[in-house]
């Protein structure tokens, strides 16, 4: 599967999940992190923009997504956000600012 289906995936996935939650009054903000890394990966995929060294600190929600999605029936969320980050370093779309950097 393509990075940026996984990423499709996880977006429709989060969707449901908010849709679902419609009225809660308390919905994990850890998806916040999902969104903005779904958002960062898109930029990185579509328009062959690296993600900054500040930006680095969205993708690590992983181990707070686990604590609250695990052994529900969304614990695929923080799996396939997972799989975004290891696919997001393999491909080396993390590329820190150097001074030179414009």
Do not use: H
């Amino acid at each position: 599967m393509e990075l940026i289906d996984i990423v499709n995936n996880l977006r429709k996935r989060v969707c449901e999940y908010r849709l679902l939650k419609m009225g809660v009054k308390e919905i994990s903000t850890d998806l916040n992190a999902v969104d903005i890394v779904l958002a960062l990966v898109d930029l990185a995929i579509k328009d062959k923009r690296a993600i900054k060294k500040e930006e680095e600190n969205w993708f690590r929600a992983g181990l707070y997504l686990s604590y609250v999605f695990s052994g529900s029936e969304w614990e695929d969320i923080p799996e396939e956000f997972e799989k975004i980050v290891y696919a997001t370093e393999k491909l080396n779309y993390f590329r820190p600012q150097t001074a030179n950097s414009t």
